[in-house]
């Protein structure tokens, strides 16, 4: 089910992520892809708590975001006139933490050819499409040698990952030994 707050995105539910439409508890799965460098500063801890919240105490959130390297900031158009910003993975870690969730699975993967195709959308890709009013093609060679990169992890990457699930609580199921008291 795709979210969206842009009604031109098409989505299957508008709504805002701080205020979801959903009961608690509801998902099993909840993917939250490059989504968290978008919302306003300091509201990220907003957004993973309402996620937190729709989520089953089994279920797991899968969570990506730039990684905040130097070249891949310079590299990457949409920083330069918007708010949009890349993190680390200590700081995605602290941010789920208080949160109430804890990561399963973090990865760091990619590498400089995803930047250098975000130069080469933004500045040649998508002008060219705005201009021909139709989607124009992204170089097919420069999408491989970017794809490739994510096959193997690296701290270096130029995306974070990680898999999430709620926190359970510090004690266990009730103790029988103590029924006859």
């Not at 729709?54 to 590299?75: V, W």
């Not at 006139?81 to 993190?87: A, K, L, M, N």
């Not at 995306?159 to 359970?168: A, D, E, L, R």
């Amino acid at each position: 089910m795709n979210v969206d707050l842009k009604r031109n995105a098409k989505p299957d539910i508008v709504a805002t992520v701080f205020g979801l439409p959903f009961n608690s508890k509801l998902f099993d799965t909840i993917l939250f892809t490059d989504v968290i460098e978008h919302l306003p500063v300091n509201t990220e801890i907003f957004a993973l708590l309402e996620l937190k919240r729709c989520l089953k105490n089994t279920g797991h959130l899968i969570l990506s975001t730039p990684n905040a390297i130097r070249l891949f900031k310079l590299l990457d158009p949409s920083r330069w006139g918007s708010s949009h910003r890349s993190y680390t993975l200590e700081k995605i870690s602290e941010l789920v933490n208080r949160a109430g969730l804890s990561i399963e699975l973090a990865t760091v993967s990619g590498g400089v050819w995803e930047g250098i195709g975000l130069l080469v959308y933004y500045s040649l890709v998508y002008p060219i499409g705005r201009i021909l009013r139709r989607e124009v093609p992204f170089p097919l060679k420069l999408g491989q040698m970017s794809d490739a990169q994510y096959d193997r992890a690296s701290s270096m990457g130029y995306t974070i990952f990680v898999v999430c699930s709620p926190k359970t609580a510090a004690f266990g199921p009730p103790n029988n030994a103590f029924n006859g008291f």
